[in-house]
């Protein structure tokens, strides 16, 4: 790698109960015990922020079958703003209880919408992560600094 170039991760999430919480900071972990990234954990960020970031992980438990009301807002932010995140590496997580739409409607519009090279299949899991899925949330983070190595 040449010079201290880092890339820059996101681990955007929204959590009532602090399940997806949980996931959010696992994955914040594996992605910066995996190397030469700088990663920003947030429940809220301004649309114009995206941009500076190469990677964006958003966390979206399910709620009434939907992703929760403000990640819609900042896609929508981002959209009629003209924010470019095409080519930027797109993952998608989350607790649910019993469908767990959420992270799939997050990657689709990450795909469709904004061009970004999504990471498949989003990482789902049921009501509160035990030491076991915290280690698969650890491994998810990890696999995205990782990708980011090999694009950059
Ligand atoms: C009012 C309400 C509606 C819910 N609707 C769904 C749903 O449609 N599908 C689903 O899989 N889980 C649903 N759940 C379960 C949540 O996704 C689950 O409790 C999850 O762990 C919440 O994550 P959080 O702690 O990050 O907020 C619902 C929970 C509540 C309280």
Redesign the pocket.
Known sequence: MLGNFMSKILVLYY???????KMARAIAEGAKNAGNVEVEVNYYVEAEELGKFDAILVGA?????DMPMDMKNLFEEAAVKGISLKGKVGAAFG??????EAPKFVLEIMKNKFEMLVLEPPLLVK?EPDQNVLGMCRDFGKRVSESLIHVT
């Open positions: 959590s009532r109960t602090g399940n997806t919480e438990p399910t709620y009434h079958h607790s649910y209880g019993w469908s767990g009501y």
